[in-house]
């Protein structure tokens, strides 16, 4: 299930894009992640630093970026939904920075809750000269574990229900840097 449903796109970013993206995020001010509907920072669960990227922002470069985001990413969601022959999504809910440094991690989660009426997910790796920080996903059937590695300019799509527990294996060494979203 999790090799036909967790699509792994290749390059959508050349390298130099990639390197490009990640010197603006290393300029843009991060905040502690939080965990839950409540919001709550729980470092045994979830141990990131995150930069909300939003078209409404009051920074230019935040809004430039929100917006080639939500056209690219969309741009694949809706070709990953055309195995489905149903259903279609316009615009992202929430896009964001991740820096994942040194133990930083998240374990095994769903992107679906009550809170959040999320039908996709997303990850776009940026770097990869960091040790760890693999995601990984469980099948719900066989117990089978799927890791994916780190690679620049690769996109991850797969459906934020409850069929698709996940996580990010801690960093042991460097920055990892993506970009996640959810529509």
């Not at 770097?127 to 780190?150: R, S």
Request: glycine share 6%; with cysteine; hydrophobic share 40%.
């Amino acid at each position: 299930m999790l090799d036909k449903l967790v699509k792994e796109y290749k390059n959508i970013f050349p390298l130099s894009t990639c390197s490009k993206i990640l010197k603006v995020a290393n300029t843009r001010p991060f905040e502690t992640g939080l965990v839950g509907d409540v919001g709550r920072v729980e470092e045994k669960i979830r141990k990131v630093s995150v930069h909300f990227l939003n078209q409404k922002s009051n920074s230019l470069t935040d809004v430039h970026w929100a917006s080639v985001f939500n056209n690219v990413f969309i741009s694949y969601m809706r070709d990953y939904l055309k195995t489905f022959g149903s259903h279609t999504v316009n615009n992202l809910k929430e896009c964001n920075f991740l820096k994942y440094v040194k133990d930083d991690h998240y374990i095994m989660h769903i992107d679906a809750s009550e809170a959040y009426n999320r039908t996709l997910s997303a990850i776009l790796f940026l770097n990869n000269d960091f040790d760890g920080g693999e995601v990984y996903f469980k099948d719900v059937l066989t117990g089978d574990i799927k890791e994916i590695k780190p690679e620049p300019g690769k996109l991850i799509i797969w459906p934020s229900n409850f069929l698709f527990p996940h996580g990010v294996r801690p960093v042991k060494e460097g920055e990892r840097f993506t970009v996640v979203a959810w529509a």
